[in-house]
T-cell receptor, first 117, second 109 residues
Framework: GAVVSQHPSWVICKSGTSVKIECRSL??????MFWYRQFPKQSLMLMAT?????????EQGVEKDKFLINHASLTLSTLTVTSAHPEDSSFYIC?????????????FGPGTRLTVL | DAKTTQPPSMDCAEGRAANLPCNHS???????VYWYRQIHSQGPQYIIH???NNETNEMASLIITEDRKSSTLILPHATLRDTAVYYC??????????FGQGTRLTINP
């Protein structure tokens, strides 16, 4: 149990385009999902917290209009990077939280590597 | 900022026990100690967590000192696939995880 998937696993896009990344909890319902970003040789940095059916809470310094998060169901959250630029190239990772399985434990997806040309 | 301190790197021989220390001297009474690891270019993997009692699962053991100011993650028989960055995180309830730099564990053949 506690499997989280992400799609796509990698994506290359042109500067100025938008990219959508999906995060799914496959065998449990996730009331809360988190989105992280990791630059090379750095640790994970939390971008935002999303709760099903409500607006996401963004960390300081993260532009909510650039990184659109939708958590429309208990098993799916999406992150859309709008008007992507080369500096947005990074490893994007989601995690899902379910009190049903192992109280308050976050389970992570495999990550999506975004390269903006 | 992370509430934990870990050595930046460690080496261990394959087949031996890997003991990864973590200091969390400011931990509060209702905060748990969580351990995750991240293998290169993958998402973090949950290993184990505990409050004050020692814990063991199929992956590892977690030893928490009586004063809860430090803990040790033990991989009993390390394999090459255990090479990863290990993160010790202190968290209360369903809060956001704050990742520090972790310990880069290298298992040598």
């Amino acid at each position: 149990g506690a499997v989280v998937s992400q799609h796509p696993s990698w994506v290359i896009c042109k500067s100025g385009t938008s990219v959508k990344i999906e995060c799914r909890s496959l065998d449990f319902q996730a009331t809360t999902m988190f989105w992280y970003r990791q630059f090379p040789k750095q640790s994970l940095m939390l971008m935002a917290t999303s709760n099903e059916g409500s607006k996401a809470t963004y960390e300081q310094g993260v532009e909510k209009d650039k990184f659109l998060i939708n958590h429309a169901s208990l098993t799916l959250s999406t992150l859309t990077v709008t008007s992507a630029h080369p500096e947005d190239s990074s490893f994007y990772i989601c995690s899902a939280l379910s009190g049903q399985l192992n109280t308050d434990t976050q389970y992570f997806g495999p990550g999506t590597r975004l390269t903006v040309l | 900022d992370a509430k934990t301190t870990q050595p930046p790197s460690m080496d261990c021989a394959e087949g031996r026990a890997a003991n990864l220390p973590c200091n969390h001297s400011t931990i509060s009474g209702n905060e748990y100690v969580y351990w995750y690891r991240q293998i290169h270019s993958q998402g973090p993997q949950y290993i184990i967590h505990g409050l004050k009692n020692n814990e063991t699962n199929e992956m590892a053991s977690l030893i928490i000192t009586e004063d809860r100011k430090s803990s040790t993650l033990i991989l009993p028989h390390a394999t090459l696939r255990d090479t990863a960055v290990y993160y010790c995180i202190v968290i209360q309830g369903a809060q956001k995880l704050v990742f520090g730099q972790g310990t880069r564990l290298t298992i040598n053949p």
